[in-house]
């Protein structure tokens, strides 16, 4: 570790450091803020995931939390905005956050001066983690933060992968150009070495001149495991891998799709867990149309979500269920099936979809697949029967009590680059077909693994 980097980072008014993956760059913001900063630092960053990071590392080093208060940007903006709409001129929704008006609302905020005043009165600097998936209204909101408080950043130009549609990510040059100083390079790959593994963390820090230059490095110089397998076969394959390698797994898979549902099933059956975004989008999708759709779209959307978040259905479960959330007439023979079907006959309700979730955990070799969306879906309706609660603002708040859950401790997973970001495992299995992404998300997904890294590309036929 660079202890000068670290006097740098705290002594600075403004500047950036350079951190690849898995270099240290987490234990460099705690040791700088936790041995070099002498008043409270604001700590940002872009995911709860970070933010948990975060907040184990500074407790493992005993920093007192009096010198220190870490959130997530959106999260940050959002609670300033969301306490004071009229000030910040916000006149979107909000239980269901509209991002880019939340950091143009917020500033408007930073123009005031109570908030000026109860900012500086906070905090003595700011320091933002992982800046290069800041978007450019971020940027902005950053910069603009800046004129107040010390800011320092530390990111990876190669791990930029968060920006999706218009959300188009901030160039690093431009970072380089608004902070101006440079405050050092994270460049000792500790994740491997720690792992006993320092020949793939140093080929890992070799290769990145390829990936700059948008070219796929030479892995044949590598201790990466390469191997093309078919659709018919992958199956097979990651199962036989998971039997193969001890301690924990995870399985990256394409931004852009998932995984085909029976494979899910079988990962699933095999002690893994499917990641899912912190907002819970398939469990979103659900209560937008419950709350304002027809008899018939909240029907369809609720049978459409349990054909996504379980696995193993039987075609006559498929039907029955179906049945009972649509409120059709059927006679069924099994007495579980009976009871369901008679106390629920007028289609998709609170209690109607509640019973369902119970009917369908209690079915053998039926898995849950997104078992957070499930979970929360359940604490959602129960409160909404029992204080009668708007389910829209039941969502958000479910999600404000799960968005610190950790994911750090989990022992297999399967999830897409952005969601696996800022995790580590003993092994990554890197799942590739045609739709993968960029060379940018393969990067990501390399630097997952300390002890092994398998990258399958997959042929999609024969």
Not at 97 to 112: F, I, P, Q, T
Not at 135 to 160: A, F, K, N, S
Request: hydrophobic share 35%; net charge positive; with cysteine.
């Amino acid at each position: 570790m660079s202890e000068g980097v670290f006097r740098a980072i705290a002594a600075a008014s403004s500047g950036y450091v350079e951190a690849p993956a898995g270099c240290g760059k987490t234990e460099a913001i705690v040791r700088t803020v936790g041995y070099h900063c002498s008043e409270r630092q604001l700590v940002l960053t872009h995911t709860h995931a970070g933010v948990d990071a975060l907040r184990q590392r500074f407790k493992e080093h005993h920093i007192p939390a009096a010198k220190f208060h870490i959130d997530t940007i959106a999260g940050w903006a959002w609670g300033w905005v969301r306490r004071y709409p009229e000030n910040a001129n916000y006149h979107s929704s909000i239980e269901f956050a509209v991002w880019d008006d939340v950091y143009a609302a917020m500033l408007n905020l930073l123009s005031k001066d109570f908030v000026v005043r109860g900012i500086l009165n906070s905090y003595a600097g700011l320091i933002v983690d992982e800046y290069q998936d800041c978007t450019l209204p971020m940027h902005q909101l950053m910069g603009q933060l800046g004129t107040l408080l010390p800011c320092r950043v530390l990111g990876d130009e190669l791990q930029g992968i968060f920006g999706l549609g218009s959300d188009q990510l901030v160039n690093w040059s431009d970072v380089r150009g608004e902070f101006k100083n440079d405050l050092g390079t994270l460049d000792t790959p500790h994740r491997w070495n720690k792992a006993g593994n320092e020949p793939l963390g140093k080929w890992l820090i070799g290769a990145r001149e390829h990936f700059k230059r948008d070219q796929e490095p030479d892995f044949s110089g590598s201790s990466i495991v390469r191997d093309v397998v078919s659709q018919s076969s992958l199956s097979s394959k990651l199962i036989n891998l998971t039997h193969q390698k001890n301690g924990r797994i995870c399985v990256v898979r394409p931004k852009a799709r998932s995984l085909p549902a029976g494979l899910e099933t079988s990962l699933v059956k095999n002690s893994y867990r499917i990641l899912e975004a912190n907002d819970l989008p398939t469990l979103r999708g659900l209560i937008e149309v419950l709350v304002n759709g027809t008899d018939q779209q909240k029907s369809s959307a609720s049978v459409k979500f349990v054909k996504r978040s379980f696995g193993g259905l039987n075609p006559g479960d498929r039907d029955f269920v179906k049945k009972v959330l649509c409120g059709n007439k059927q006679r069924p023979l099994r007495e579980d099936r009976k009871s369901l079907a008679s106390a629920h006959i007028a289609g998709t309700t609170p209690r109607s979809i509640l019973a369902v979730l119970g009917y369908l955990e209690d079915l053998d070799d039926i898995r849950v697949k997104l078992s957070e969306s499930v979970s929360a879906l359940k604490c959602i309706l129960e409160e909404h029967i029992e204080t009668e609660s708007c389910l829209r603002s039941l969502y958000a708040d479910e999600i404000s009590r799960r968005k610190y859950q950790r994911r750090s401790n989990v022992f297999r997973c399967v999830g897409s680059t952005l969601l696996v970001k800022g995790l580590e495992f003993d092994h990554a299995i890197i799942v590739r077909g045609e739709n993968w992404g960029s060379l940018k998300d393969l990067y990501v997904a390399l630097t997952r693994g300390s002890k092994s890294v398998t990258l399958l590309d997959l042929r999609e036929s024969g």
